[in-house]
């Protein structure tokens, strides 16, 4: 999960809050992945 903080803040940080939209497929395969293995993430992201 410090790999999201990390991505959310630094676009909050860079000035880009009205991107974090775009990074929510990403940030959900990335916090699923782990759980639900990568076929099921990938499914579940969009």
């Not at 974090?20 to 993430?41: C, E, H, K, Q």
Request: hydrophobic residues 50%.
């Amino acid at each position: 999960m410090g790999g999201i903080y990390a991505t959310i803040h630094r676009h909050i940080a860079a000035g880009g809050h009205d991107r974090l939209p775009d990074l929510l497929p990403s940030l959900t395969y990335v916090a699923l992945a782990p759980f639900l293995g990568p076929a099921a993430a990938d499914a579940l992201r969009s």
